[in-house]
T-cell receptor, first 112, second 118 residues
Framework: KQEVTQIPAALSVPEGENLVLNCSFT??????LQWFRQDPGKGLTSLLL?????REQTSGRLNASLDKSSGRSTLYIAASQPGDSATYLC???????????FGSGTQLTVLP | GAGVSQSPSNKVTEKGKDVELRCDPI?????LYWYRQSLGQGLEFLIY????????KSGLPSDRFSAERTGGSVSTLTIQRTQQEDSAVYLC????????????????FGPGTRLTVT
């Protein structure tokens, strides 16, 4: 059974810092990995999707890497801003139903 | 274009009552998923529909939960005889899911329905 772990569970940084969020998964047989953002009381917003054959994806100040063989992914956020404060969820797509298995998330607070 | 929509956004019900939650996927998306997000369990997969195939119900927590998808589009998740542990946010997602198109597996989520069982 696929298990996804995210470290740290919570992170508080001053504005302007670069930061890294970590995600690990137990079964490397994945189709893709997605990073999502969730604001309080809201749904999920997809940030980046990395196909299993890819090593990284970039969007603006965000960069996500994938090392499928070791079961790890990182989300790098450059020059953090207070508007980046949210919970960040990592999820891997696996199984015959192509369902997502989620980590428990990292709650990020960027202090002005 | 329009994204995934869900209704109602909030639902408060008494223990023992039945509830129905609705999901309208993105037009043209063949796959539809229901997930549940609760404090103790995080985000977990419930059920998956793909085209006209039989749904994958492997994530449903009990036989009080059922779902249907009419005409390959709108889906309804029904919870019978609700219990307090059913309180959670129920999220629906859809995806294009066409072979040979890697990005077609990307799932797009609705805003969710917050269910509170009193």
């Amino acid at each position: 059974k696929q298990e996804v772990t995210q470290i740290p569970a919570a992170l508080s940084v001053p504005e302007g810092e670069n930061l890294v969020l970590n995600c690990s998964f137990t079964d490397s047989a994945i189709y893709n990995l997605q990073w999502f953002r969730q604001d309080p009381g809201k749904g999920l917003t997809s940030l980046l999707l990395i196909q299993s054959s890819q090593r990284e994806q970039t969007s603006g100040r965000l960069n996500a890497s994938l090392d499928k063989s070791s079961g790890r992914s990182t989300l790098y956020i450059a020059a953090s801003q207070p508007g980046d404060s949210a919970t960040y969820l990592c999820a891997v797509l696996t199984g015959s139903a192509r369902q997502l298995t989620f980590g428990s998330g990292t709650q990020l607070t960027v202090l002005p | 274009g329009a994204g995934v929509s869900q209704s109602p956004s909030n639902k408060v019900t008494e223990k023992g009552k039945d509830v129905e939650l609705r999901c309208d996927p993105i037009s043209g998306h063949t796959a539809l998923y229901w997930y549940r997000q609760s404090l103790g369990q995080g985000l977990e997969f419930l059920i998956y529909f793909q085209g006209n195939s039989a749904p994958d119900k492997s994530g449903l927590p009990s036989d009080r939960f059922s779902a249907e998808r009419t005409g390959g589009s709108v889906s309804t998740l029904t919870i019978q005889r609700t219990q307090q542990e059913d309180s959670a946010v129920y999220l629906c997602a859809s995806s294009l899911l066409k072979g040979g198109r890697p990005r077609s597996y990307e799932q797009y989520f609705g805003p969710g329905t917050r269910l509170t069982v009193t």
